[in-house]
């Protein structure tokens, strides 16, 4: 059974740092492309960022040069390492599973998110 | 960025019926178009994949169409589980992009 179990999140003060976790189990992580998506309070889902199996990543305009995508293939482990935080990145942040190792594959699995609240 | 426009943002229905949302992409994806279903305080679930391809495991009431710029997800014989929140993702280039929502609710 596929597993997306994220962590990490909490509160955290404008032009802070946090680092989010998604723990994966139940298929071969290391050859599979994940994500982030994240959805503020109210609104709508926002994909944020992805890494293929073989590392490539991509980012969205709203937080690229601020957030890194990166993998553990050895600890079955997703990251996301948020600086230079601002309070319209407070949201729940989901982890998400690519169908392939590649881009432009579907989503097949979510985690059930953790939430990140920025706030002084 | 490729922008995706849900209609209708909210409907009412009864147990029972049938209904369609539609989802317009602001440029050609060819079928590279996902439907997630959300509950309150929930985590989407991936409904259709490639804009018509039922994921595992979900059942055939839900169904897709389309290609190109326009899309449809309709659900028939809706039942209380069905009420929710509806979304439309393409994936066909990067930055993704997600519509705004359907609000599905009980009449």
């Known amino acids: 059974e596929v597993q997306l179990l994220e962590s990490g999140g909490g509160l955290v003060q404008p032009g802070g740092s946090l680092r989010l976790s998604c723990a994966a189990s139940?298929?071969?992580?290391?050859?599979?492309?994940m994500s982030w998506v994240r959805q503020a309070p109210g609104r709508g889902l926002e994909w944020v960022s992805a890494i293929a199996s073989g590392s490539s990543t991509y980012y969205s305009d709203s937080v690229k040069g601020r957030f890194t995508i990166s993998r553990d293939n050895s600890k079955n482990t997703l990251y996301l390492q948020m600086n230079s935080v601002r309070v319209e990145d407070t949201a729940i942040y989901y982890c998400?599973?690519?169908?392939?190792?590649?881009?432009?594959?579907?989503?097949?699995?979510w985690g059930q998110g953790t939430p990140v609240t920025v706030s002084s | 960025d490729i922008q995706m426009t849900q209609s209708p943002s909210s409907l009412s229905a009864s147990v029972g019926d049938r209904v369609t949302i539609t989802c317009r992409a602001s440029?050609?994806?060819?079928?590279?178009l996902a439907w997630f279903q959300q509950k309150p305080g929930t985590a989407p679930k991936s409904l259709i994949y490639a804009a018509s391809s039922l994921q595992s495991g979900v059942p055939s009431k839900f169904s897709g169409t389309g290609s190109g710029t326009d899309f449809t997800l309709t659900i028939s014989n809706l039942q209380p589980e069905d009420f929710a929140t509806y979304y439309c993702?393409?994936?066909?280039?990067?930055?993704?992009?997600f519509g705004q929502g359907t609000k599905l609710e009980i009449k």
């Open positions: 998400a599973k690519s169908a392939s190792g590649g881009s432009y594959y579907h989503f097949d699995y």
């Open positions: 440029q050609g994806i060819s079928n590279y």
């Open positions: 139940g298929f071969t992580f290391s050859t599979y492309a």
């Open positions: 993702q393409q994936y066909n280039r990067y930055p993704y992009t």
